[in-house]
């Protein structure tokens, strides 16, 4: 079992950053796959960023070049620097975990937390 617990949101203008941080608890948080996700109001949750355990990475279109996920297994968390944001980066950013390589389907990872909110202005 893995408890996943995001922070870092919050009201941002267009332009700016953010470094949304998940913990996770547990002693393997190495040998898991971690994802970021995002979801919009009236919209799915859509894959923003993935990283495995040895530190490969993926990422959506939307935030090539903008996003950087990154991870301490030391400190069981994942990151997600986010940089020119602009408001259609707006939604509740989620942090996912799975066991084996990474993924950008949703319905591949088995834990979840809670949801953290990010919001930019124009």
């Known amino acids: 079992q893995v408890q996943l617990v995001e922070s870092g949101g919050g009201l941002v203008e267009a332009g700016g950053s953010l470094r949304l941080s998940c913990a996770a608890s547990g002693r393997t948080f190495s040998t898991y796959a971690m994802g970021w996700f995002r979801q919009a109001p009236g919209k799915e949750r859509d894959f923003v960023a993935g990283i495995a355990g040895s530190g490969y990475t993926i990422y959506g279109d939307s935030v090539k070049g903008r996003f950087t996920i990154s991870r301490d297994n030391a400190k069981n968390t994942v990151y997600l620097q986010s940089n020119s944001l602009n408001p259609e980066d707006t939604a509740v950013y989620y942090c996912?975990?799975?066991?084996?390589?990474?993924?950008?389907?949703?319905?591949?990872?088995?834990?979840w937390g809670q949801g953290t909110q990010v919001t930019v202005s124009s």
């Open positions: 996912a975990a799975r066991q084996g390589g990474i993924r950008s389907s949703r319905n591949s990872y088995e834990y």
